[in-house]
């Protein structure tokens, strides 16, 4: 068996699907996954570098089997893609309890699941370790209007995931990334994209399915170079924390941090106000 072994969520259509091919290209190993497997095809595909197995990010049983499969396939896990999710588009106050709770559901706690089975999997192999990708996006960093919710699941990884990279000792070699894209022309701003289901005129102002429909299509970038760039990032060998991917997410990650570092400057008398009298920070 050559190479990694690479377990993608999400793989039927978008960065899954596409990543699933680059880690073929690569000569590496790929356990595919999706609810529905049977609808999984790749080219240059055979049982000694793929496997396809059904996995729904909000059953643990299901992660377990499929984790389960791979081993039993391939004896190891290196790399795991926590890639399924999806956009929810629309104004706060026109969003469902129950469209909240499914995009929370799916984008955050379905993707937790998966990195605590991750874990087990990757500390109980040996040679020990392994690489967990977090895709999560510009919105994981910055606050898009009319994605509240969704920018709230992805910051939610965002924390999650820069906590547990300082819990895991050392020694199990498990190293910890959040892959953050900006706009790529996959179907996520299509027929992948959820609107909120109340209507309130109070935001008549704003055409939600016209502006997302306005952008499909025309983001910067290409799901191929993403694919490719969340495959360099999964194989360095120390790869960062966190990683933009996108000439517009790197604009505006940019704008973001200048805007925090001017902002803590303005204000930094007010912050450092208020330690108890005599107070000495330890050594």
């Known amino acids: 068996m050559p ?64 984790f389960a499969s791979a081993l039993d396939k391939f004896g190891r896990v290196d790399v795991v893609v926590n890639n399924a999710g999806y ?21 955050f706690f379905g993707l937790i699941d998966v990195t605590r089975k991750s874990l087990e999997v990757m500390r109980a192999q040996k040679p020990q370790g392994g690489v967990i990708q977090q895709v999560t996006s510009i919105g994981g960093q910055r606050g898009v209007p009319l994605f509240s919710i969704y920018c709230a699941s992805k910051w939610a990884v965002e924390g999650f995931t820069e906590a547990l990279s300082h819990e ?82 790197f604009k505006l990650i940019n704008g973001k941090l200048q805007t925090y570092k001017e902002n803590i400057e303005k204000h930094k008398e007010l912050s450092n106000s208020t330690d108890v009298d005599g107070y000495v920070a330890p050594s």
């Open 168 to 249: 895991v000792k050392p020694e199990w070699n498990i190293k910890l990334t959040c892959v953050e894209p900006g706009g790529f022309r996959t179907d996520w701003a299509g027929r992948s994209m959820a609107f909120g289901e109340i209507e309130n005129s109070a935001y008549d102002h704003l055409d939600t399915r016209k502006l997302a429909d306005s952008r499909n299509g025309k983001q910067a970038g290409d799901p191929v170079k993403g694919a490719a760039a969340m495959y360099k990032l999964a194989v360095m060998e120390d790869p960062p924390l966190r990683c933009i991917i996108g000439t517009d997410a």
């Open 3 to 66: 190479g990694k072994v690479f377990l993608i969520t999400g793989t039927s259509t978008g960065f899954g699907a596409e990543y699933v091919k680059e880690v073929i290209k690569n000569g590496d190993t790929v356990v595919a996954t999706a609810r529905d497997p049977s609808k999984l095809s790749f080219a240059n595909t055979s049982e000694k570098n793929y496997l396809a197995v059904a996995l729904d990010v909000l059953d643990k049983s299901s992660i377990d089997a499929a």
């Open 87 to 107: 956009g929810l588009c629309g104004a706060f106050e026109t969003l469902s309890e129950a469209q909240i709770r499914q995009q929370m559901e799916i984008n």
